[in-house]
Structures are given as structure tokens and as C-alpha cells.
């Protein structure tokens, strides 16, 4: 049964961000649905914990349920902080199963790694991560398979080796909860 017919990208407090076009392309070309984005948001304040350095993925969530207009719609919010949740030391980002997620840049950057800038690596990794998110969405779980992009990520080599395609399995399930 079909869920979702859209993804609305929303960015926090990204700036002139260069791959606003190739992202929003890149989901409509995987879903086959309306990718669109909202306004650019500030970064809740209450999400940065000062202990940490790191910035709690929660809030980011509550603030995009909170602009979310359509059952139908996907929220997909982006940021360049580091996110945590509770337990774990880092996240590339975090789902809900009400419609909504967000995807971390920060240590997506090889630059964050003490290493040169890699922009095709860059982007495949915010697509990947962004696919896996979404994936989430339409009620997906991590999948046994180290090459699909459900596959859990402990660390940036595992994102780095799975991609962001889907196994047949879970583009099934996935291409299930889209309306077309």
C-alpha cells in the first residue's frame, strides 16, 4: 500500500549550499516521486549540547514534524552539524516512522577526517545516507545484505561500500510505500 508521494528536503541552516540541484534530482530519479524544498530553517537551539560538541538529533525531528503540511510527504532535513542520539556516540542521521528524517553532513566530509576533499565521495555518501534515511521512512529495516543501502553503518567505509541502491528486496518493499 502506497504511503508517500513527495520528499520535502528541508536545510538547516545550510547557506548557499552547491548540491541543492544535484540532490533533490538524484531522489526524484531513486523514488520516482516530487522532491521539492522548503525555506531554509535555523538549527534548533535546544538540540546543542555544550558537553558533547554534537548537536541531538531529536529536536531536528520535532522541528520538521512541526512543517510537515501532508500525511503523503516525506521530511527530509539536512544539516552540516554533527548529530548524536542518546547511547551513541555519532549518527549520520535518524528516521521516524511518522514521515520524517535527518542526514548529518559533518562526517560525511573527508575534510572532517584530516583528509583531502573529495566532492564525488562527498555527494555519494549525503545521497546514500539520505536514501537509507528515507528508507526508514517507508518502513524499512537494516538489511543483512553489505551492499544494499539498508545495510547498517557503523562506520564511513561501510557507507562507503554499500551505496545508495537499494538490494531487490528492499527496493520492492520500498517502491511499496511510494505513490505514483
Known sequence: MCKYNQITICPFDLGDWKWRDALQNALKEIFDIEVSYTVEEPIPAYSYSGNREQFAGEPFLEKLFTLRNDPKEIMLGITKEDLYAPGLNFIFGL???AGICVIS???LDNRFWGLPKNDELYF???LTEAVHEIGHVLGL????DPHCVMHFSNSLADTDEKGYRFCAKCEKKA???VCR
Do not use: Q
Not at 141 to 144: A, E, I, M, Q, T
Open 95 to 97: 528516521a521516524s516512522p
Open 141 to 144: 529495516p537494516h538489511c543483512p
Open 175 to 177: 517502491k511499496e510505500s
Open 105 to 107: 553532513l559533518k562526517r
Open 124 to 126: 555519494k555518501r549525503m
